[in-house]
C-alpha cells in the first residue's frame, strides 16, 4: 500500500512536471502576463494625462486670477456648473452676486465667463466702455445653426461691418421715418384681426407677437409680409422658437459654451432651403415707400463692391 501511495504521488507529480513544462502553457502564462502589463502601462498614461491637464488647468485658472473678477472656485472640466442651477440660473447668479459682489467670474465648463449684475455695472460696461464690451459671447448652438452669420449672431469685425452697414441701409430705407412706420401701423392691424378671430377666449399671446415681429421684419428685407396661417412661416417660426427654448434649457446651458457636446444634435431636422422663394412671391419688388426691399438692395451693393 505504501509503495502505490508512493507511485501516485509520483505519477501526480510527472503530470504536474509536464504541464509546467507544456510549451502552450508557458504561451498562455507569457501572454496574460503581457496583457496585465499592457493595461497598467496604460491605465498609469492615462492617469498622467489626466493629472497633467488638471495641473494645467488649475494654471491657467491662477493665471488669470490677477485679471479678472473675483469668483467661486471652479472644478477642471465642469467648472462651475455643481453650483449653478441650470433651470433657473439667475438665482444662483443673485446668491454668488451677494458673496462677490455685482461683478463677478464664473466658468461654464472650461469657458470663462464674466458676470455683470445691476444697472450701474451693465451701463459702465455697455455705454461707458462700450468699445471694449462691444463684442458678443459666442454660443455653440447659435453657432451651429447660423454659421457665425447675421447682424444678431456674427462676432468680432464681421459683426461691426453688419452693423455699419444695416443701420446706415436702413437709414436709406427710413428707418425713424414714416415709411417704416406704416410699415408697423399695417402690421399691427393684422393682429388686431387675428386677436378678434379668438372671441374673446383666453390665449397665449406669445406666438401673435412673434408672428408680426417676424412679419415686419419680413416686410422690411424681403418687401412682402407672410399669411399668419402659412403653414411654412408657422414651420420657421416653430424651429426659431425651439432652439431658443434649447437654449434655456439644462442641456443647452451645458453645450452653449461647448461646441463638441452638440455632436448628437447635428442630424436634426432643420428648415429646407428658402433660396428661391422670396423672389417668386409676387409683391417681392412691389413699389412702395420702400422702393424696393433690403435684400435686393443688399445684393445690388455686394455685386458693387466685391
Same mark, same amino acid.
Given at each position: 500500500?505504501?509503495?502505490?501511495?508512493?507511485?501516485?504521488?509520483?505519477?501526480?507529480?510527472?503530470?504536474?512536471?509536464?504541464?509546467?513544462?507544456?510549451?502552450?502553457?508557458?504561451?498562455?502564462?507569457?501572454?496574460?502576463?503581457?496583457?496585465?502589463?499592457?493595461?497598467?502601462?496604460?491605465?498609469?498614461?492615462?492617469?498622467?494625462?489626466?493629472?497633467?491637464?488638471?495641473?494645467?488647468?488649475?494654471?491657467?485658472?491662477?493665471?488669470?486670477?490677477?485679471?479678472?473678477?473675483?469668483?467661486?472656485?471652479?472644478?477642471?472640466?465642469?467648472?462651475?456648473?455643481?453650483?449653478?442651477?441650470?433651470?433657473?440660473?439667475?438665482?444662483?447668479?443673485?446668491?454668488?452676486?451677494?458673496?462677490?459682489?455685482?461683478?463677478?467670474?464664473?466658468?461654464?465648463?472650461?469657458?470663462?465667463?464674466?458676470?455683470?449684475?445691476?444697472?450701474?455695472?451693465? %451701463? &459702465?460696461? !455697455?455705454?461707458?466702455?462700450?468699445?471694449?464690451? #462691444?463684442?458678443?459671447?459666442?454660443? $455653440? *448652438?447659435?453657432?451651429?445653426?447660423?454659421?457665425?452669420?447675421?447682424?444678431?449672431?456674427?462676432?468680432?469685425?464681421?459683426?461691426?461691418?453688419?452693423?455699419?452697414?444695416?443701420?446706415?441701409?436702413?437709414?436709406?430705407?427710413?428707418?425713424?421715418?414714416?415709411?417704416?412706420?406704416?410699415?408697423?401701423?399695417?402690421?399691427?392691424?393684422?393682429?388686431?384681426?387675428?386677436?378678434?378671430?379668438?372671441?374673446?377666449?383666453?390665449?397665449?399671446?406669445?406666438?401673435?407677437?412673434?408672428?408680426?415681429?417676424?412679419?415686419?421684419?419680413?416686410?422690411?428685407?424681403?418687401?412682402?409680409?407672410?399669411?399668419?396661417?402659412? %403653414? &411654412?412661416? !408657422?414651420?420657421?417660426?416653430?424651429?426659431?422658437? #425651439?432652439?431658443?427654448?434649447?437654449? $434655456? *434649457?439644462?442641456?443647452?446651458?451645458?453645450?452653449?459654451?461647448?461646441?463638441?457636446?452638440?455632436?448628437?444634435?447635428?442630424?436634426?431636422?432643420?428648415?429646407?432651403?428658402?433660396?428661391?422663394?422670396?423672389?417668386?412671391?409676387?409683391?417681392?419688388?412691389?413699389?412702395?415707400?420702400?422702393?424696393?426691399?433690403?435684400?435686393?438692395?443688399?445684393?445690388?451693393?455686394?455685386?458693387?463692391?466685391?
Amino acid at each position: 500500500m505504501r509503495i502505490l501511495g508512493i507511485k501516485r504521488q509520483h505519477c501526480v507529480q510527472n503530470r504536474r512536471n509536464i504541464k509546467a513544462n507544456h510549451p502552450r502553457h508557458h504561451h498562455l502564462t507569457i501572454s496574460l502576463s503581457v496583457t496585465m502589463v499592457a493595461s497598467e502601462l496604460l491605465l498609469v498614461a492615462l492617469l498622467a494625462c489626466l493629472t497633467i491637464t488638471v495641473l494645467m488647468s488649475v494654471w491657467r485658472q491662477r493665471k488669470l486670477w490677477g485679471k479678472l473678477p473675483p469668483g467661486p472656485p471652479a472644478l477642471p472640466f465642469i467648472g462651475n456648473y455643481l453650483q449653478l442651477n441650470t433651470e433657473q440660473m439667475y438665482l444662483s447668479l443673485m446668491k454668488i452676486r451677494e458673496r462677490y459682489g455685482p461683478v463677478f467670474t464664473i466658468h461654464l465648463g472650461p469657458r470663462r465667463v464674466v458676470v455683470l449684475c445691476g444697472h450701474k455695472a451693465v %451701463k &459702465e460696461a !455697455l455705454v461707458d466702455q462700450a468699445e471694449e464690451f #462691444g463684442g458678443r459671447g459666442e454660443q $455653440a *448652438t447659435f453657432n451651429w445653426l447660423f454659421k457665425d452669420y447675421g447682424v444678431a449672431f456674427s462676432n468680432g469685425e464681421r459683426a461691426r461691418q453688419l452693423r455699419r452697414f444695416s443701420i446706415a441701409t436702413l437709414r436709406d430705407f427710413g428707418m425713424g421715418k414714416g415709411s417704416i412706420e406704416e410699415r408697423i401701423q399695417e402690421e399691427a392691424g393684422f393682429l388686431l384681426e387675428a386677436f378678434r378671430d379668438t372671441h374673446g377666449a383666453f390665449i397665449d399671446p406669445t406666438f401673435f407677437l412673434s408672428r408680426t415681429v417676424s412679419n415686419i421684419i419680413s416686410s422690411i428685407v424681403f418687401g412682402d409680409r407672410f399669411d399668419y396661417e402659412d %403653414k &411654412e412661416f !408657422l414651420s420657421l417660426l416653430h424651429m426659431m422658437l #425651439g432652439s431658443f427654448q434649447f437654449t $434655456a *434649457t439644462s442641456m443647452g446651458q451645458v453645450t452653449g459654451p461647448s461646441p463638441a457636446l452638440l455632436c448628437p444634435y447635428h442630424n436634426l431636422p432643420t428648415a429646407p432651403p428658402h433660396g428661391d422663394r422670396c423672389p417668386k412671391r409676387p409683391s417681392f419688388s412691389r413699389q412702395g415707400p420702400l422702393k424696393t426691399s433690403l435684400l435686393s438692395w443688399t445684393i445690388k451693393q455686394l455685386h458693387q463692391n466685391p
